[in-house]
């Protein structure tokens, strides 16, 4: 059981991609898997179309929710290993995101790696929705965000994904009405339309997927309405940051990234009470491990400048800082 090696891992937004993009051309090799999933050996293992009648325009990113991997550290890596070992069904999706980062399986036309050029976003299959020309599979983004774990943990996935989904619907010029669930699509089979985009997203239909289950957080419909509203306005947040921005954010050619660091402590005890002390201060904050210490890190960067404007904050702040390009393992 190797784990996979990515093509390529760069940031998106601030969280880690790890691209292994299915090739065209790869088929069905397994005739019994194949079957169950509805295909033959031989059939395309992926839909190998670009979105929305072959133009690669992307009209939005559709959210889901799959299970955490109890004892899995990257669950991303083992989905997509999953899926090139044809144990996924007939599933294929761009991106699986968890706490650690993400993992890329389709092109999604963003230009942040040679595999993915931008207007190469192709089909995904996972809104239960065929091929139907203007439903989920055929033009949107898909991103199963892994959760049901760690209530930090799922807290950190949430927000990788809310960062990805911002930057995909703002390098695709879309609003954040373009961010659908699945349900959203599940509603659109079901012959049901609610003017209201977010009803439609959380409108439960009698026997058909509830998803993302973890960020609707309740079977609900107006608990989950209030949870998905409050998705929405973390992915907003992340829209506003960009658009405030003059440029797309790209990797530098290195794939360095500058992580600013606020302490490093040699007992975890003492590294996760400063840590709270930062978070209380309105900052995202993590601990990672290296060389033996705890570091309370408050973000990754791939430009330095943002690195920079970061440090910044947190002196203005009352708080030591500097960057440093050394990575740790998360605790
Ligand atoms: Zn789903």
Same mark, same amino acid.
């Given at each position: 059981?190797a784990?996979?090696t990515?093509?390529?891992v ?5 969280? $880690?991609?790890? %691209? ?5 051309g790869?088929r069905?090799?397994?005739g019994a ?20 009648g ?6 939005g990113?559709?959210?889901?929710? $799959? ?7 990257d669950?991303? %890596? ?7 070992n ?8 761009h991106?699986?995101?968890d ?6 399986? @389709?092109?999604?036309?963003?230009? @942040?790696?040679a ?12 809104a ?5 020309p203007?439903?989920?599979n055929? $033009?949107?983004?898909s991103? %199963? ?10 807290e ?10 911002a930057?995909l ?6 609003t ?13 089979s079901?012959g ?8 439609q997203?959380t409108n ?13 957080g309740?079977s609900?419909?107006?608990i989950a309405l ?7 306005? @973390?992915v ?5 940051a960009l ?13 360095? @990234? ?18 709270k002390?930062i978070?209380?201060a ?6 990672v ?5 705890y570091?309370?890190q ?6 330095k400048a ?5 440090m910044?904050?947190? $002196? ?6 500097f ?8 605790v």
């Amino acid at each position: 059981m190797a784990l996979l090696t990515a093509n390529k891992v760069f940031q998106m937004n601030g969280v $880690t991609v790890s %691209e292994k993009i299915i090739p065209d051309g790869i088929r069905w090799k397994d005739g019994a898997k194949a079957q169950k999933a509805g295909f033959s050996a031989g059939s395309l293992y992926k839909k190998q179309q670009r979105l929305s009648g072959g133009t690669g325009k992307v009209q939005g990113v559709t959210i889901h929710n $799959t299970a955490d991997l109890a004892n899995v550290h990257d669950d991303g %890596e083992q989905y997509t290993r999953a899926t090139y070992n044809e144990n996924m069904g007939s599933v294929r999706v761009h991106y699986y995101v968890d706490d650690t980062g993400a993992w890329q399986n @389709l092109k999604a036309g963003t230009g @942040l790696c040679a595999n993915d050029p931008v207007g190469s976003a192709e089909v995904s299959w996972h809104a239960g929705d065929g091929s139907t020309p203007d439903g989920g599979n055929m $033009t949107t983004i898909s991103m %199963e965000v892994i959760m049901g774990d760690t209530a930090a943990h799922d807290e950190k996935a949430k927000d990788n994904a809310a960062r990805m989904a911002a930057w995909l619907l703002w390098k695709h010029g879309l609003t954040i009405d373009k961010l659908f669930s699945h349900t959203y699509w599940v509603n659109k089979s079901a012959g049901k339309h609610f003017a209201d985009v977010d009803r439609q997203c959380t409108n439960p239909v009698r026997n058909q997927k509830w998803c993302p289950t973890y960020i609707f957080g309740s079977s609900n419909p107006d608990i989950a309405l209030k949870n998905w509203k409050a998705f929405k306005q @973390l992915v907003q947040g992340y829209m506003d940051a960009l658009n405030g921005g003059a440029q797309a954010p790209t990797a530098d050619a290195a794939g360095t @990234l500058y992580r600013v660091q606020t302490g490093a402590f040699s007992s975890k005890a003492n590294a996760t009470a400063y840590a709270k002390k930062i978070k209380a201060a309105g900052f995202d904050t993590y601990v990672v491990k290296a060389d033996g210490l705890y570091k309370v890190q408050v973000g990754a960067y791939s430009k330095k400048a943002n690195a920079e404007a970061q440090m910044q904050k947190l $002196t203005a702040a009352g708080f030591q800082a500097f960057i440093t390009t050394k990575s740790g393992t998360p605790v």
